[in-house]
Structures are given as structure tokens and as C-alpha cells.
């Protein structure tokens, strides 16, 4: 079942458009975010999207020309000059400054982790830190960040993230997509990989369906090496939603790389506490976290283990309601997930 994505801060582009009435408000961007700066036609395959067995695939940046293209299109200008995917529907309503909503965010910097936090900074290292990445895009020729993160997978090459950082609900297919895990301070300590494949299931591809806000990405070598290969990799479950951890709750760590005031994308962040089931219209489970857009896509890992910085990812970060912008909503893995990881994997 869909939601009113028109309501929610972390919903895809599709929602701004359609309660706005159109785009016309993305062209306030600032003039170098723009795609059209560089001609698309280089960057990536324009072949049409198929649909197989239950999984909608697109092709990114096929070649090597392309791969290179891509890697050339993220300038540093352009990297910091990219916005959180949908920092924009926050204009859609009434809502009160993020700096009075959340004032305690800007010093919640805590030195030990915390099983209850709601957005502070990372600073416990491990391979959270390495496998976690920034998500640059270009979405109808804006420029755009969110969050991924790699997961264990046959190709090596596959990272999971929100299916409104990979396609634009019933809209577009980003393009340039490009991951850069361990994203510190604008630094990329481990490369920058460029996207070969995008998957999404049906429901999001053709309803925006936010019970299904999912997408896998298969991703080019760089330098001859996997990503996998290069950080490491998260394992990755679709049966960590049982009936009884749907209604009493799953701990959860939540990571990702927030940019919508009052944080500023440059860090990993974290949030970490008890689910609980949405009751507005989706399959989703919510969870207290204030992390804000950028964040999208970023891992929901179980049996999280604080010193190894290793766990098992369960759902993405998604989307936040308008009048709530203190519980985020993840999507539960489950069998149409399984799907489109599994054709992921085979890539």
C-alpha cells in the first residue's frame, strides 16, 4: 500500500513534483549543480530499462568511456555543490526551523555508543565507518547526494540504498550516480565507484510505493578493484521482520550522511533505538532518529555489534512525515527485496 508521500520529508522527488505541481522550484539550485553543464550523452547508456522476473534494471555506466565521464563530471565544485535528494520538500509545508526543531543536534557528539542515539556523530570507528558511503546523483539534471552502504554479495560490487536515490519513483533514472564509501570531510579515503546496473522492484518503479523504497547498485572496479574487495561489506538479511519484531520492535543502528540543516553531510552520523510499525499506510517500520535528508538510503543494521563496527542490514533510511521530523521510516526487507538483490548479485 502507498502512503501520501506528498507528506514526508525523505519521500522521493516524485512527491515535490506532484504537490508542487511540477519542478519548477528545483530551478532555484545554484547554477553549478547543474547537470547540463557537462552533455549527459557521455556520461551514461540511454537503453530503456527492463523488467524481469519481478526486478526493473538500468543501465549506468557501461563502458569505460563512461566510467571515466562519470568520475570526470564530480568535480570537488560539483561534489560539494550537490544537495540532499529532497531537501526541497520541506517548502511543502508549515514546518518550524530544523535548528529550533532540533537544537541539541550540533553537540551531540558522543564519545562512546549509545544504543538510544538520535543522530549524533559516528566516532567509534570500525567497518561501519569503511562499508557506509555518500551517494552523488544527477536526477533530471540536478545534482543530488544520499547514502549507501556495500554489501556482502557474489559480484562484490553490490551496494543497497533508498530506490528514491536510484529512480525517481514512477519518474527518472539518476544518472552519475557514484559511491564514495568512507566519505570523510569531502575526502574519498577509499575511491569513488561509478554505477553499472540500478534495480528497483515494480511496486517503486511503477507506484512509488513507499513499502518498497528500496534499490541495489551494482557498481564498477576501480583501479581492477571491487568495492568489496577495497572495505569490506555488510551481510545483509530479508527475515529479520518477523510478525513478532513488526509489532514488539527491532534494535536498530541507522547510519547515513544527513546535509539538510542543521548538519552539513561532511560526517557519518548515527541513530540507534526500538522500531515500531508505521500506521500511515505503508509496510514500514519507524524509529527516533532526527538525522535529516542526505541521510536517505543510508543502512538499518541489526545485531549490530558497536566495537566491530559489523552487523547485518535489515532496511534503509527512507523517509521522515512532515509533521514528525523526529521518527525515520525504513522499508522491511523482505521476499521482493530478496528479488532484487539476488538479480543484483548475479550481475
Not at 553549478?32 to 549527459?40: G, I, L, Y
Not at 579515503?189 to 528497483?200: I, K, Q, S
Request: glycine share 10%; with cysteine.
Amino acid at each position: 500500500m502507498s502512503s501520501s508521500t506528498a507528506h514526508k520529508l525523505l519521500a522521493p522527488l516524485a512527491a515535490a513534483a506532484i504537490a508542487l505541481g511540477g519542478l519548477a522550484v528545483l530551478d532555484r539550485l545554484p547554477e553549478s549543480a547543474r547537470a547540463e553543464t557537462v552533455p549527459e550523452r557521455l556520461h551514461e547508456a540511454h537503453a530503456e530499462p527492463t523488467e524481469t522476473d519481478g526486478v526493473v534494471r538500468q543501465s549506468a555506466a557501461v563502458t569505460e568511456e563512461q566510467h571515466r565521464a562519470v568520475l570526470s563530471y564530480w568535480t570537488a565544485e560539483r561534489m560539494a555543490a550537490a544537495r540532499p535528494i529532497t531537501d526541497l520538500l520541506g517548502h511543502l509545508t508549515d514546518l518550524p526551523n530544523a535548528e529550533e526543531v532540533l537544537p541539541e543536534i550540533g553537540a551531540e557528539h558522543q564519545a562512546a555508543p549509545r544504543d538510544d542515539s538520535t543522530g549524533a556523530r559516528w566516532t567509534a570507528g570500525g567497518q561501519v565507518v569503511r562499508t557506509t558511503g555518500k551517494v552523488f546523483l544527477t536526477m533530471d539534471g540536478r545534482d543530488f547526494t544520499c547514502s549507501a552502504s556495500v554489501v556482502d554479495s557474489t559480484n562484490r560490487s553490490t551496494v543497497v540504498t533508498a530506490g528514491h536515490c536510484a529512480k525517481d519513483g514512477r519518474g527518472s533514472w539518476a544518472r552519475n550516480w557514484t559511491f564514495v564509501p568512507g566519505a570523510t570531510d569531502g575526502s574519498a579515503p577509499h575511491g569513488r565507484y561509478t554505477a553499472r546496473d540500478l534495480l528497483v522492484s515494480p511496486e517503486w518503479s511503477r507506484r512509488a510505493d513507499d513499502s518498497y523504497d528500496f534499490a541495489m547498485v551494482v557498481l564498477n572496479t576501480e583501479s581492477g578493484r571491487t568495492v568489496q574487495d577495497r572495505v569490506g561489506s555488510q551481510r545483509i538479511s530479508f527475515g529479520a521482520w518477523t510478525e513478532a519484531g513488526v509489532r514488539e520492535g527491532v534494535q536498530i543502528y541507522s547510519f547515513g550522511y544527513p546535509a539538510a540543516s542543521p548538519y552539513d553531510g561532511r560526517e557519518l552520523h548515527y541513530c540507534s533505538g526500538r522500531t515500531r510499525p508505521d500506521t500511515g499506510g505503508t509496510t514500514a517500520n519507524g524509529m527516533a532518529c532526527r538525522m535529516t535528508q542526505g541521510s536517505s538510503g543510508g543502512p538499518w543494521l541489526v545485531g549490530f555489534d558497536s566495537t566491530t563496527g559489523r552487523g547485518t542490514v535489515a532496511s534503509v533510511v527512507s523517509f521522515k512525515y512532515a509533521n514528525d521530523r523526529r521518527t525515520q521510516y525504513g522499508p522491511r526487507f523482505g521476499a521482493e527485496a530478496r528479488n532484487v538483490y539476488d538479480r543484483a548479485a548475479e550481475l
